[in-house]
């Protein structure tokens, strides 16, 4: 069977070849104006058929050579984005704050829609045009730059989804914007479910901070604009539980003493009892691998304050973990000893290392480190490497354009895990009574 037009413009749009995808979107408007078929199943929602008609604010614009996606796209400087404060976290000293042990990063992300717009994805189609007008408010900004995910390395791409950086759906479509700040640690994500998705991304605790900062630029980029919102509900969003205050605010935690000690499951179902969402990430095992997790306080079971309320919760966290890290200094034992010990020799000397191992291992040294066991590492480089352990993240500290795979993938793995711990030292005598000195 031969293609339809929409098969084709869809191709032409993945290839990027965006002369052919012009000719196809004109024929379909002239077939829509006849009455065909194909037309009517893009304005009742066919997605890619319904971004050409509608002009989107990618695509289009860079057809026709805007001003607005020419600045976005040719003024990007290299290292974007991962060379900007909200995808570089643990890569220098920063300022983490006394929480830092325990707590990798804060996160705020505010929700805005444009009044009488369409939601992304609703049935009745919504225009690109929001796209537009919100990437020109963002450049206007100072310090913002911005480019379509196209445009981006494919390890770049790969690494922001690894990372929950941005979704994974978000970075596979190349007309997705993706917008940042030099000079802070925000970024924004246009067409996410929502209009915009203003995210902050701080290191350390620092969730009143972060959730000023969002709320902030989006009261800036909100000057002029009508950003939907209702008396009695608030600022009104695609989702029904964001309506209101369309905050959320989670916290990045490294709790390798809970998990060890299995008291983390308490914790958790604390946590959830006080309406926040615990997460797990970067695995797809039945627990988090490398002991991390997301505290989320989000909608209205967060209450009218969530960034108060995970700051709380946070806290809680983190003075259980510590309290648990003594724990295991008094008695884990030969068991602790041996499960540290052979993972600073395998980390020194692996030469390929799966991502599973490499986590729970990595998550381990970084306990010792933190307990005074292990000499001559990082807890802070330790803690950005459970979060860089994928192959797009792993491509990207090699300075490859493409992620690798297989052997590749385990050797580079493999080079950052004993870059980490090079020149460590164990020692097992702060183990057991030693520790209390």
């Known amino acids: 069977m031969a293609p339809t037009v929409s098969d084709q413009l869809r191709a032409a749009v993945e290839a990027e070849d965006y002369e052919r995808a012009a000719e196809l979107r004109d024929a379909?408007?002239?077939?829509?104006?006849?009455?065909?078929?194909i037309a009517s199943k893009a304005l009742a929602g066919d997605a890619i058929a319904s971004k050409a008609l509608a002009g989107d604010a990618i695509a289009s614009k860079a057809l026709a050579g805007d001003a607005i996606a020419s600045k976005a796209l040719a003024g990007v400087p290299e290292d974007f984005p991962f060379g900007y404060?909200?995808?570089s976290l643990g890569e220098g000293a920063g300022d983490s704050g006394p929480e830092a042990d325990v707590v990798l990063s804060?996160?705020?992300?505010?929700?805005r829609d444009l009044e009488g717009m369409p939601f992304p994805g609703a049935p009745r189609g919504c225009s690109g045009d929001y796209r537009t007008l919100l990437?020109?408010?963002?450049l206007a900004l100072p310090g913002w730059v911005a480019a379509d995910m196209g445009s981006l390395?494919?390890?770049?791409r790969r690494a922001l989804a690894e990372r929950a950086l941005v979704p994974r759906s978000y970075s596979a479509d190349p007309l997705s914007p993706l917008a940042a700040c030099a000079v802070d640690g925000a970024y924004a994500l246009l067409g996410d479910e929502d209009h915009l998705r203003l995210r902050v991304r701080l290191p350390g605790l620092a969730p009143q901070r972060s959730a000023r900062l969002a709320r902030s630029i989006a009261d800036k980029l909100g000057s002029g604009l009508a950003f939907a919102s209702r008396q009695g509900i608030g600022w009104v969003c695609a989702r029904a539980e964001d309506c209101g205050e369309a905050l959320a605010v989670s916290a990045t935690l490294h709790l390798p003493a809970l998990a060890a000690t299995g008291l983390h499951q308490r914790l958790f179902r604390a946590l959830m009892a006080e309406g926040l969402g615990v997460r797990g990430l970067y695995s797809e095992e039945e627990d988090s691998a490398g002991?991390?997790?997301?505290?989320?306080?989000?909608?209205?079971r967060a209450g009218p304050d969530a960034a108060a309320a995970l700051a709380l919760a946070v806290e809680a966290a983190v003075a259980a973990e510590r309290k648990a890290r003594e724990s295991v200094a008094e008695k884990g034992g030969e068991a602790r000893l041996d499960l540290e010990s052979r993972s600073l020799a395998l980390a020194?000397?692996?030469?390929?290392?799966?991502?599973?191992?490499?986590s729970r291992m990595i998550s381990a040294l970084r306990l010792a480190a933190l307990s005074g066991r292990l000499r001559g590492a990082d807890a802070q480089v330790l803690g950005a490497l459970l979060e860089r352990l994928g192959a797009g993240s792993l491509a990207l500290g090699a300075g490859l354009a493409e992620p690798p795979s297989g052997e590749a993938e385990l050797s580079l793995r493999a080079a950052a895990a004993r870059a980490a711990v090079s020149g460590a030292e164990y020692l097992p005598a702060r183990i057991g009574r030693c520790s209390k000195a």
Not at 106 to 111: F, G, K
Not at 348 to 358: D, I, W
């Open 28 to 37: 379909i408007a002239s077939k829509a104006l006849a009455g065909d078929a």
């Open 85 to 87: 404060p909200a995808f």
């Open 106 to 111: 804060t996160t705020a992300v505010a929700y």
């Open 135 to 138: 990437l020109e408010r963002l």
């Open 153 to 156: 390395r494919s390890s770049a």
């Open 291 to 300: 002991a991390v997790y997301e505290i989320v306080a989000e909608g209205r």
């Open 348 to 358: 020194s000397g692996c030469r390929l290392l799966p991502a599973g191992e490499a």
